[in-house]
């Protein structure tokens, strides 16, 4: 069965733009959610998504925002970036709402200059 | 204070020791406790999934959990220079879907 997937692998931008960032999940797995690993604060959630409909959210600024499709595939999207939005974006699947059991993919690397 | 204290580490071991791997918590709500081992530039591998209290073992991988003390641990026995690895705790309280990660520790394995 293939893993989560992710892409694109690494991203380079300028402060101001945005981005978005995609996420398959393992086949059958219906929870998306979205984390931010950065060496200073770590693993930090930012949403997760089930049935086209973001579930739970994080700390994090509204700059920052997801959705789901019909197929469980999801994208984020971050606006205005800013040099603190540099971090590895990790996506996981789990099966259902609210599954601790998460599996995670490669992450996407985005590098803000 | 975080809800999450993992000691970031180094930790350096010879091949083939015990290694045990910490981590203590502060929100009594937490129920579901997982450990991830993460190598570099990857993503973190689930490598343990427990609920409540009590131990689980899956080959050389052994995960505790002591909820009266908010304390978990992972062992690792007769470790290999493979292992040499972060290795994240994460834990979640019921249906919510967010883990709360512990800052990782950095482990390696001297052959």
């Known amino acids: 069965k293939a893993g989560v997937t992710q892409t694109p692998r690494y991203l380079i931008k300028t402060r101001g733009q945005q981005v978005t960032l995609s996420c398959s999940p393992i086949?059958?797995?219906?929870?998306v959610s979205w984390y931010q690993q950065t060496p200073g604060q770590g693993l930090q959630f930012l949403f997760e998504?089930?049935?086209?409909?973001?579930?739970n959210k994080g700390n994090f600024p509204g700059r920052f925002s997801g959705r789901q499709f019909s197929n469980s595939r999801s994208e984020m999207n971050v606006s205005t970036l800013e040099l603190g939005d540099s971090a590895l974006y990790l996506c996981?699947?789990?099966?259902?709402?609210?599954?601790?059991?998460?599996?995670f993919g490669p992450g996407t690397r985005l590098t803000v200059l | 204070q975080k809800e999450v204290e993992q000691d970031p580490g180094p930790l350096s071991v010879p091949e083939g020791a015990i290694v045990s791997l910490n981590c203590t918590y502060s929100?009594?709500?937490?129920?579901?406790f997982m450990w991830y081992r993460q190598y570099s530039r990857k993503g973190p591998e689930l490598l343990m999934y427990?609920?409540?209290?009590g131990n689980k073992e899956d080959g050389r991988f052994t995960a505790q959990v002591d909820k009266s003390s908010k304390y978990i641990s992972l062992f690792i026995r007769d470790s290999q220079p493979s292992d040499s690895a972060t290795y994240l705790c994460?834990?979640?309280?019921?249906?919510?879907?967010?883990?709360?990660f512990g800052q990782g520790t950095t482990l390696q394995v001297k052959p």
């Open positions: 996981a699947s789990s099966l259902g709402w609210g599954n601790n059991e998460q599996f």
């Open positions: 086949s059958g797995h219906r929870s």
């Open positions: 998504y089930f049935s086209e409909t973001q579930r």
């Open positions: 929100n009594s709500a937490f129920q579901y």
């Open positions: 427990t609920y409540s209290s």
């Open positions: 994460a834990m979640s309280g019921d249906n919510t879907g967010k883990l709360i």
